[in-house]
Nanobody, 127 residues
Framework: QVQLAESGGGLVQPGGSLRLSCTVS???????MGWFRQAPEKGREFIAA???????????YYADSVKGRFSISRDKGTRALYLQIDNLKPEDTAVYYC??????????????????WGQGTQVTVSS
């Protein structure tokens, strides 16, 4: 079983930047990790994912709504996952979750593609 723990959230002014981190512990066969977010009174939405193993190792995928401002990366040595968010907007306010699993392409952008989840880190964008 994989255990995930997010950090790096906080209160940021519009236009600012944040770097979220997700530490990974435990042993499991995973082939991708991703970031999702959930705004108040909304469902959890896909943000980005990155392949952790296999022929597509290192490939990254993004939701259209965040392309250009969000960047996902990983450190294979420390098994850490990161999400760089630039030019933050009030609508980015949400709890951000990292996830791990073995999604296929059709489930890569969906919650059902992932079996392990962190507790989330709050990001609030406000002046």
């Amino acid at each position: 079983q994989v255990q995930l723990a997010e950090s790096g959230g906080g209160l940021v002014q519009p236009g600012g930047s944040l770097r979220l981190s997700c530490t990974v512990s435990g042993i499991a066969e995973i082939n991708a990790m991703g970031w999702f977010r959930q705004a108040p009174e909304k469902g959890r939405e896909f943000i980005a994912a990155i392949r952790w193993s296999g022929g597509s190792y290192g490939n990254s995928y993004y939701a259209d709504s965040v392309k250009g401002r969000f960047s996902i990366s990983r450190d294979k040595g420390t098994r850490a996952l990161y999400l760089q968010i630039d030019n933050l907007k009030p609508e980015d306010t949400a709890v951000y979750y990292c996830a791990a699993g073995r999604p296929i392409m059709s489930t890569l952008r969906t919650m059902r593609g992932y079996t392990s989840w962190g507790q989330g880190t709050q990001v609030t964008v406000s002046s």
